[in-house]
RNA sequence: GCCCGGGUGGCGGAAUUGGUAGACGCGCCGGACUCAAAAUCCGGUGGCAGCGAUGUCGUAAGGGUUCGAGUCCCUUCCCGGGUACCA
């Protein structure tokens, strides 16, 4: 047996890992820490992916690495096990969420350890263990006793099809997120959290973190703050006046008409009688429309007259009260005035209706636009008339304020988030409704935990499973001895991972979701790698869940996750794809958009690349040459097990990372995993020897300066490109050193130590037994990583190529010690054939020397 | 539409503060070993011209700054992600 096998090395070390706990999280607080969390996985029953292996891979490399660099490191992992896939198969087959979930839970577990993933097993967190949601329950506690968390009666995103009602964030261009079912509009009860509270500071703190700056824009953009004012108009004949918020007041004299949203509370009292009809018949038609529907009839402009006026308060204008559905009950008032002269929609709008329009900035002369929303001098607004925007804006408010009709406001797009969920597996609320009032079910009494039920879909009257509980729901209040209601809807899946990072710290604490000694050493996460598709929901709730427990006296960090880093999705192999119609092969460009078209997958080798296309060979017919996102339907998913079962562990993991940067979107290519296979095959070459599984040819001679400098170039970069996240050109670097060394005579053993405990991270399989081999006892995981030294890196003398007006014209040797002599070096180059050719019969106007890099001289 | 990222060989990707573009890997070509193949090893590999030294063109396109630009500035095009009547 002398070739590199993985089967029958990786096993052996997972083993060893887990018997010897040698991952096992420290208890002290001797040593710099550093907590690296990867995202929170759903135990699916399709197992892993390979987009799983990519960020843990990742994050394993810097565990390993930090461990060895002498850092206590928490790196965990668990799961987040409620959601509906588990429900779904229960309602279908009656098999309890549970068993599933163990099961699922189960494979995945096999999985990670099958790739080698450096956890601390002893913390493994489950969402759906009651004593883990104990603790979400009594999160879910603070927040109701600080009124953030409230109940509500409001219109819902209701999904007949999963059953349940969905957040905002949940529906996507009107269809569930989760399986793309239609989502309609329909009022129910539920409980809200009250986020907006810490819009503010979600939206200050971003400012600090290192984070990418794409996802805290998205956050912001999430958050969506503006400044402006708030304005009051009085409804003319009426006891009444409506609000305002616009961004910008400085167009006031330009509002020539008001629009409230159709739900809006005093549409009914200022509908005179004879627009009645036709207001609640638009009314009507605006409230039966789905997301959906809203979206696509987004071009046209619609709405009715109410009959009302109101006064603008800045020139007591009478001007027209509207309804219309492009403005929207939840934003600022729901009701806006409308400037159609410095407003698309408002512009849009006035023309349909035949509405007058103002234009109350200047524009530039030639400005051929309809709506103007640039800067420039005020006009026709009286005293405004020449300020910018800014300057006519704060004299604006301050007139408001001055005559009592407004004042400057804030507003967010940010809405309160809709957390009941009708559906079974989740976190009961720790709620009784006692007097239909509801009521904090005991901390002693926690945790509410889940009843049997005997069918696991919402009751015939749309009440949520847990409804079909009887004995459970109907119980009484301890304190009163009251009869008392439970309360049936249960979490979204959100709360479980909205703290997971802390219950890893602590995993058995009895008093609270968290040691609080531990919590002050472990937090902040001080790198934290997953997916960019949790840019928005999951991040933004955790945050807002963690600021409310700082302000609880939980944690001691504002912020939970320091640095965040994405991972880019990994696509299938490239495909080639060529289109037939009526039996005709036609080009890709001719075939976009045409229907009843036969698509031909091709091989490589039937294609070639012509110009900037691909056509298929020896035509020029294009061919489409495009990586897909992996997924059934098409059949070009990569499963891990089989990459596994036919290289190994350690190919997979160090191929992953060698594709590409990791924040990089990357095609899958098998023939990149064979690559880096055989980099492990030379590297088991390079120690064993073309036979036997003895350790070849290693040498107790010391090693020579070239064989340091090949070592120590090879510590140098791999330890810079881990700390920098570069793990591609980190391993780029390990192969040089293999190719380099593999043409030596013999290898020192110090060297070869070297680059065993450099390789490590990255393939620690292979690294262990190599390790175990050389004659040590002990697993190589706390081993101190190897220090380069300035000093093997250099070298007598440097190449530096010879310039003639920027061109590359030679190149000379210098030696070190004199790079910085310019006339010397200068005159080197000058004496070189290929340069003279140049200077002979030229003149030199300028020489440029940068030492150890370039010569350039600039002739005439 | 708006806001972020990106466009480098046949492919994935390298390239310090502006200083030899194409590291490393894949693929391809040639050679060694073999009855043969696989595996492995050695050599080559951006385009064009040339036997060659060498020359020339080349980092999406066009322009600019500079002794020198993949890198900085302006304009345009294409791809990916996010978002969408938020007043």
Same mark, same amino acid.
């Given at each position: 047996?002398?070739?590199?096998?993985?089967?029958?090395?990786?096993?052996?070390?997972?083993?060893?890992?887990?018997?010897?706990?040698?991952?096992?999280?420290?208890?002290?607080?001797?040593?710099?820490?550093?907590?690296?969390?990867?995202?929170?996985?759903?135990?699916?029953?399709?197992?892993?992916?390979?987009?799983?292996?990519?960020?843990?891979?990742?994050?394993?490399?810097?565990?390993?690495?930090?461990?060895?660099?002498?850092?206590?490191?928490?790196?965990?992992?668990?799961?987040?096990?409620?959601?509906?896939?588990?429900?779904?198969?229960?309602?279908?087959?009656?098999?309890?969420?549970?068993?599933?979930?163990?099961?699922?839970?189960?494979?995945?577990?096999?999985?990670?350890?099958?790739?080698?993933?450096?956890?601390?097993?002893?913390?493994?967190?489950?969402?759906?263990?009651?004593?883990?949601?104990?603790?979400?329950?009594?999160?879910?506690?603070?927040?109701?006793?600080?009124?953030?968390?409230?109940?509500?009666?409001?219109?819902?995103?209701?999904?007949?099809?999963?059953?349940?009602?969905?957040?905002?964030?949940?529906?996507?261009?009107?269809?569930?997120?989760?399986?793309?079912?239609?989502?309609?509009?329909?009022?129910?009860?539920?409980?809200?959290?009250?986020?907006?509270?810490?819009?503010?500071?979600?939206?200050?703190?971003?400012? @600090? *973190?290192?984070?990418? !700056?794409? #996802? $805290? &824009?998205?956050?912001?953009?999430?958050? +969506?703050?503006?400044?402006?004012?708030? %304005?009051?108009?009085?409804?003319?004949?009426?006891?009444?006046?409506?609000?305002?918020?616009?961004?910008?007041?400085?167009?006031?004299?330009?509002?020539?008409?008001?629009?409230?949203?159709?739900?809006?509370?005093?549409?009914?009292?200022?509908?005179?009688?004879?627009?009645?009809?036709?207001?609640?018949?638009?009314?009507?038609?605006?409230?039966?429309?789905? @997301? *959906?529907?809203?979206? !696509?009839? #987004? $071009? &046209?402009?619609?709405?009715?007259?109410? +009959?009302?006026?109101?006064?603008?308060? %800045?020139?007591?204008?009478?001007?027209?009260?509207?309804?219309?559905?492009?403005?929207?009950?939840?934003?600022?008032?729901?009701?806006?005035?409308?400037?159609?002269?410095?407003?698309?929609?408002?512009?849009?709008?006035?023309?349909?209706?035949?509405?007058?329009?103002?234009?109350?900035?200047?524009?530039?002369?030639?400005?051929?636009?309809?709506?103007?929303?640039?800067?420039?001098?005020?006009?026709?607004?009286?005293?405004?008339?020449?300020?910018?925007?800014?300057?006519?804006?704060?004299?604006?408010?301050?007139?408001?304020?001055?005559?009592?009709?407004?004042?400057?406001?804030?507003?967010?797009?940010?809405?309160?988030?809709?957390?009941?969920?009708?559906?079974?597996?989740?976190?009961?609320?720790?709620?009784?409704?006692?007097?239909?009032?509801?009521?904090?079910?005991?901390?002693?009494?926690?945790?509410?935990?889940?009843?049997?039920?005997?069918?696991?879909q919402p009751t015939k009257t749309g009440e949520p499973p847990l409804a079909r509980a009887k004995n459970w729901v109907e119980t009484t209040d301890p304190e009163t001895g009251?009869?008392?209601?439970?309360?049936?809807?249960?979490?979204?899946?959100?709360?479980?991972?909205?703290?997971?990072?802390?219950?890893?710290?602590?995993?058995?604490?009895?008093?609270?979701?968290?040691?609080?000694?531990?919590?002050?050493?472990?937090?902040?996460?001080?790198?934290?790698?997953?997916?960019?598709?949790?840019?928005?929901?999951?991040?933004?709730?955790?945050?807002?869940?963690?600021?409310?427990?700082?302000?609880?006296?939980?944690?001691?960090?504002?912020?939970?996750?320091?640095?965040?880093?994405?991972?880019?999705?990994?696509?299938?192999?490239?495909?080639?794809?060529?289109?037939?119609?009526?039996?005709?092969?036609?080009?890709?460009?001719?075939?976009?958009?045409?229907?009843?078209?036969?698509?031909?997958?091709?091989?490589?080798?039937?294609?070639?690349?012509?110009?900037?296309?691909?056509?298929?060979?020896?035509?020029?017919?294009?061919?489409?040459?495009?990586?897909?996102?992996?997924?059934?339907?098409?059949?070009?998913?990569?499963?891990?097990?089989?990459?596994?079962?036919?290289?190994?562990?350690?190919?997979?993991?160090?191929?992953?990372?060698?594709?590409?940067?990791?924040?990089?979107?990357?095609?899958?290519?098998?023939?990149?995993?064979?690559?880096?296979?055989?980099?492990?095959?030379?590297?088991?070459?390079?120690?064993?020897?073309?036979?036997?599984?003895?350790?070849?040819?290693?040498?107790?001679?010391?090693?020579?300066?070239?064989?340091?400098?090949?070592?120590?170039?090879?510590?140098?970069?791999?330890?810079?490109?881990?700390?920098?996240?570069?793990?591609?050109?980190?391993?780029?670097?390990?192969?040089?050193?293999?190719?380099?060394?593999?043409?030596?005579?013999?290898?020192?053993?110090?060297?070869?130590?070297?680059?065993?405990?450099?390789?490590?991270?990255?393939?620690?399989?292979?690294?262990?037994?190599?390790?175990?081999?050389?004659?040590?006892?002990?697993?190589?995981?706390?081993?101190?990583?190897?220090?380069?030294?300035?000093?093997?890196?250099?070298?007598?003398?440097?190449?530096?190529?010879?310039?003639?007006?920027?061109?590359?014209?030679?190149?000379?040797?210098?030696?070190?010690?004199?790079?910085?002599?310019?006339?010397?070096?200068?005159?080197?180059?000058?004496?070189?054939?290929?340069?003279?050719?140049?200077?002979?019969?030229?003149?030199?106007?300028?020489?440029?020397?940068?030492?150890?890099?370039?010569?350039?001289?600039?002739?005439?």
């Open positions: 047996m002398s070739t590199y096998n993985p089967s029958d090395i990786e096993k052996k070390w997972q083993i060893y890992w887990l018997e010897n706990k040698t991952f096992k999280t420290p208890d002290t607080k001797d040593k710099p820490k550093y907590y690296i969390l990867d995202m929170f996985p759903y135990p699916s029953g399709s197992g892993l992916h390979v987009g799983h292996p990519e960020g843990y891979t990742a994050t394993d490399i810097l565990a390993r690495f930090k461990r060895m660099k002498g850092f206590n490191v928490l790196h965990p992992i668990g799961w987040d096990a409620f959601g509906l896939p588990a429900e779904q198969y229960a309602v279908k087959t009656g098999t309890h969420p549970r068993t599933t979930t163990e099961k699922n839970i189960g494979i995945f577990r096999e999985q990670l350890q099958m790739l080698g993933f450096s956890y601390d097993w002893d913390r493994e967190v489950d969402t759906t263990d009651p004593d883990y949601y104990k603790w979400t329950q009594w999160i879910f506690l603070k927040l109701f006793e600080k009124g953030l968390a409230y109940e509500s009666e409001q219109p819902v995103n209701w999904c007949p099809e999963l059953g349940t009602v969905l957040a905002n964030e949940e529906v996507i261009d009107g269809k569930s997120e989760v399986g793309g079912f239609p989502v309609v509009r329909r009022p129910m009860r539920q409980w809200v959290l009250k986020i907006t509270a810490y819009a503010e500071r979600l939206l200050e703190d971003l400012d @600090d *973190l290192d984070w990418p !700056e794409s #996802t $805290k &824009e998205m956050q912001r953009n999430w958050i +969506g703050k503006s400044i402006g004012a708030e %304005v009051e108009f009085q409804v003319a004949g009426q006891d009444h006046s409506l609000r305002v918020f616009t961004t910008r007041p400085d167009t006031l004299f330009g509002a020539t008409y008001m629009v409230l949203a159709p739900e809006h509370p005093l549409v009914e009292v200022l509908t005179t009688s004879d627009q009645k009809d036709q207001v609640t018949a638009y009314q009507d038609t605006a409230s039966k429309k789905s @997301d *959906l529907e809203r979206q !696509e009839l #987004t $071009k &046209e402009k619609t709405g009715v007259f109410t +009959g009302s006026y109101a006064i603008n308060p %800045v020139n007591n204008a009478e001007i027209p009260i509207w309804i219309a559905d492009y403005v929207l009950a939840h934003y600022g008032t729901g009701a806006i005035m409308a400037v159609p002269g410095e407003d698309e929609r408002d512009w849009e709008f006035a023309e349909t209706f035949d509405l007058p329009i103002i234009r109350t900035v200047q524009p530039p002369g030639d400005f051929e636009g309809k709506a103007y929303t640039g800067d420039g001098p005020a006009i026709n607004s009286g005293f405004l008339n020449g300020l910018t925007i800014t300057d006519a804006k704060v004299k604006m408010i301050q007139w408001l304020e001055e005559q009592g009709v407004g004042e400057k406001s804030i507003n967010y797009k940010l809405r309160d988030w809709l957390f009941s969920r009708q559906r079974y597996w989740g976190e009961p609320f720790p709620i009784l409704h006692v007097d239909g009032k509801p009521k904090a079910v005991s901390l002693n009494d926690l945790p509410v935990t889940l009843p049997p039920v005997d069918d696991f009251k009869k008392a209601l439970r309360e049936t809807n249960t979490m979204p899946q959100w709360a479980g991972s909205c703290w997971y990072y802390l219950r890893y710290i602590s995993p058995d604490f009895n008093g609270g979701p968290v040691d609080p000694e531990f919590e002050k050493y472990w937090m902040p996460v001080d790198l934290y790698v997953g997916g960019s598709e949790h840019s928005v929901l999951h991040l933004l709730y955790a945050r807002f869940w963690h600021k409310v427990l700082y302000d609880c006296g939980v944690v001691s960090t504002k912020e939970p996750f320091q640095r965040l880093v994405h991972q880019g999705m990994i696509l299938g192999e490239v495909e080639y794809t060529a289109y037939e119609k009526d039996g005709k092969i036609i080009s890709a460009d001719e075939a976009a958009g045409q229907k009843e078209l036969v698509r031909l997958q091709l091989s490589d080798s039937e294609v070639e690349k012509k110009g900037d296309r691909f056509v298929m060979k020896g035509t020029e017919i294009t061919v489409d040459s495009k990586a897909h996102k992996m997924s059934k339907s098409r059949g070009n998913v990569i499963n891990p097990d089989d990459v596994v079962k036919s290289y190994g562990a350690d190919s997979l993991r160090l191929y992953e990372m060698f594709m590409g940067p990791l924040e990089q979107v990357k095609p899958w290519s098998t023939k990149g995993v064979e690559g880096v296979n055989r980099f492990l095959n030379r590297t088991w070459r390079l120690l064993f020897g073309e036979h036997g599984d003895e350790i070849r040819n290693l040498s107790e001679s010391d090693p020579d300066s070239e064989q340091l400098k090949v070592l120590h170039t090879a510590i140098k970069k791999v330890t810079e490109d881990i700390e920098s996240m570069r793990f591609n050109t980190a391993i780029s670097a390990l192969m040089i050193f293999v190719n380099e060394a593999n043409s030596w005579e013999e290898l020192p053993s110090a060297v070869a130590k070297d680059f065993i405990l450099l390789l490590s991270p990255f393939a620690p399989h292979i690294a262990e037994e190599i390790w175990s081999r050389m004659g040590h006892a002990q697993s190589l995981a706390y081993e101190e990583w190897p220090q380069y030294d300035e000093k093997y890196l250099r070298s007598d003398s440097v190449e530096i190529p010879v310039q003639i007006n920027g061109k590359v014209r030679a190149n000379i040797e210098v030696p070190s010690g004199r790079i910085h002599e310019k006339d010397f070096v200068i005159g080197l180059a000058k004496q070189q054939k290929n340069v003279q050719k140049y200077l002979d019969g030229s003149v030199i106007v300028k020489e440029i020397s940068v030492p150890g890099r370039i010569v350039n001289l600039v002739i005439k």
